[in-house]
C-alpha cells in the first residue's frame, strides 16, 4: 500500500502545472471567484465564465486532466481565491476530494440530470455568486 502510494506520489513531478486563466481589469483588480472542473464540465464552464465576463465581472476558471495525483501547485491556487466553485455531473465527489485534501472550502455545483450542464444556467448561477461576494445586486 505504501509502496503504491509513493509510486503515485513520484508521479506529482510529470504532471504540468495548472494554468488558470484569470483577467484582470482596467484598475488591475483579479477574479475573486475561480471555477475549476474537470471531464465534460470543460465546455459549459468555458462558456458560461466568457458569458460572466461580457457582464463586465471578474471570473477565474481552470480544467484539472490529473485528478491522482492532483498538479502540485492546485492547493496554493485554491487557496488564492475567495471562492471556488466546482461543477460536476454527478453527487459532487470532487468537491469533496478537494474539500478534504486542502481544507478550503469548495462549493460544489452538483447536478445529476442525465444532461449536460446547462451553459445559461451556470453562468446565471455565476453572476449570483459573484455578486452576493462583492456585495452588489446589478
Do not use: C
Request: proline letters at 6%; glycine letters at 8%.
Amino acid at each position: 500500500m505504501r509502496t503504491r502510494q509513493a509510486k503515485i506520489n513520484g508521479i506529482v513531478q510529470d504532471i504540468p502545472d495548472l494554468a488558470v486563466d484569470d483577467p484582470s481589469d482596467s484598475e488591475g483588480r483579479h477574479a475573486r471567484v475561480l471555477v475549476l472542473g474537470w471531464g465534460s464540465t470543460y465546455g459549459p464552464i468555458i462558456a458560461a465564465a466568457r458569458r460572466v465576463r461580457k457582464t463586465g465581472r471578474l471570473i477565474a476558471y481552470t480544467h484539472l486532466r490529473h485528478l491522482n495525483p492532483f498538479p502540485s501547485n492546485l492547493g496554493d491556487i485554491l487557496r488564492s481565491y475567495d471562492r471556488v466553485i466546482v461543477p460536476e455531473m454527478n453527487t459532487g465527489q470532487l468537491a469533496m476530494l478537494l474539500r478534504a485534501k486542502y481544507l478550503v472550502d469548495v462549493h460544489s455545483y452538483s447536478r445529476v440530470r442525465g444532461q449536460p450542464i446547462s451553459l445559461s444556467e451556470l453562468a446565471h448561477d455565476l453572476e449570483a455568486e459573484i455578486d452576493q461576494l462583492e456585495g452588489t445586486n446589478p
